[in-house]
């Protein structure tokens, strides 16, 4: 049996897509294996909305060339955001690849494989989120697409012009993929998109986020219900309103804030302003009091003054978010921002921008997270990790428990013993397997 590795970086979309790239390849007859010297095909399925995931990507193809050398019959096929730009231009710089093919193009992958194309069309288009007749084993937590791409512009965002302007699945493709998920036995779905909040915009009757939710809620079997990425202009009372209603849809919310400053939010192109940003997390802290909230920020954008930062670390310092995801500015060409923008901060600057800010967030996660010291939550196990199993509660938080057997897929209660800013640890006080 040929063999086949899956080189996955960047968001969860990516992951999501490469459980269905996955799939066609075990229609091919091939078996994944772990690393890129044992396998008879390498995809790679890449992300650029970073120079540093870029840096990866170029470093990943040039070790293949080298492996390709040494094993001339080996293929090598790449996806993902890398692969939007001028394809005959990646052929001539990387001509030891076999196959370019877009984020989402399932059926070139199949033509390349020698399978018969997907009768139903739908992954015709170069933006199509259909499943694949044969998926890739799945675990306890899964990640469904419901919309791809994105209408805003944001000026230092890549992803309108790697994915396309939005496009929707439809509730009933989105619950069929959910139910048939469910009956192998994931027990969490994870709806995804660039702009979960813009879903259905575009489909006969504009079926919102919301509306989705409550479709996919009465799912027998189905444990949990998130979605991500949020927009702060794009949410809407009926949202947060739905979350609070379904038992199912978890406590969690991740809403990028991305800046703390009004003018730089202005020149990023948010849409929003500090305000209304703060006003929206104050509304869904009021309905869903339990709530955790993660944010996204962006240090060293262009032009971003020493209090303009300041204004950025001041409100982190306010609102107090469960989780922040810090990254500095890096220009990607073809945006507003590398056009219009010279990159005018120092590197050292956003280095010690970012770790200012690193270091704050684990003074706030670790007071957040000392409130479940000696209470008890109900966490959904995923696995085991370094000898200990592992699980997250419904407001996202990472639990790590021992003294069990069969946890996988288990809905647990742990008594927490202990308290970090990246985890909790516990004892095992319910399992729903036993």
């Not at 370019?100 to 194309?117: I, K, Q």
């Not at 000026?155 to 139910?179: F, H, K």
């Not at 419904?394 to 897929?409: I, P, S």
Request: hydrophobic share 40%; with cysteine.
């Amino acid at each position: 049996m040929p063999h086949y590795h899956l080189w996955t970086i960047g968001c969860q979309m990516n992951q999501a897509e490469s459980r269905r790239i996955a799939g066609v390849l075990a229609a091919a007859g091939y078996e994944q294996v772990p690393h890129l010297d044992a396998a008879d095909l390498v995809v790679l399925n890449t992300c650029v909305v970073r120079q540093s995931a870029e840096d990866r990507i170029v470093g990943t193809l040039g070790l293949l060339a080298g492996l390709k050398r040494e094993r001339p019959q080996l293929r090598i096929a790449v996806t993902g955001c890398f692969t939007a730009r001028d394809r005959k231009d990646l052929q001539k710089r990387f001509p030891h690849v076999d196959l370019f093919f877009g984020s989402g193009e399932y059926s070139a992958l199949s033509d390349w494989m020698g399978l018969p194309s997907s009768s139903t069309g739908e992954d015709t288009a170069p933006h199509a989120l259909c499943a694949t007749e044969a998926e890739s084993p799945t675990g306890v937590s899964a990640y469904v697409p419901i919309i791809q791409g994105c209408n805003n512009f944001c000026t230092y965002c890549i992803v309108p012009y790697t994915r396309g302007r939005e496009l929707s699945r439809t509730p009933e493709d989105i619950e069929s993929e959910a139910m048939g998920l469910v009956s192998q036995g994931v027990r969490e779905v994870v709806l995804l998109g660039q702009n979960v909040d813009s879903y259905g915009h575009d489909l006969p009757g504009a079926p919102s986020l919301a509306d989705l939710l409550k479709r996919l809620h009465p799912i027998a079997g189905l444990s949990r219900l998130r979605f991500l990425t949020n927009h702060p202009k794009d949410m809407s009372r009926k949202l947060i309103h739905a979350m609070a209603s379904l038992d199912k849809v978890c406590e969690h919310l991740d809403l990028a804030l991305q800046s703390g400053d009004d003018d730089i939010l202005h020149a990023m192109g948010r849409g929003y302003t500090v305000a209304d940003f703060t006003r929206l997390v104050s509304d869904v802290r009021e309905v869903i009091p339990h709530v955790s909230v993660a944010t996204d920020i962006i240090v060293g954008f262009p032009g971003e003054t020493d209090s303009q930062f300041e204004n950025t670390f001041s409100l982190l310092e306010k609102t107090r978010f469960d989780v922040v995801h810090v990254a500095a500015y890096s220009p990607r060409p073809g945006t507003v921002a590398a056009r219009r923008y010279d990159d005018s901060v120092s590197e050292d600057s956003k280095h010690a921008r970012l770790h200012r800010i690193e270091e704050l967030q684990e003074t706030v996660a670790s007071e957040i997270n000392a409130a479940y010291l000696h209470r008890e939550v109900e966490v959904l196990v995923e696995g085991t990790r370094r000898g200990k199993w592992f699980g997250r509660t419904r407001t996202h938080k990472l639990v790590f428990f021992e003294g069990a057997e069969n946890c996988t897929g288990a809905m647990v209660r742990i008594d927490v013993t202990r308290t970090s800013p990246w985890a909790l640890q516990g004892n095992l006080v319910y399992n729903s397997t036993v």
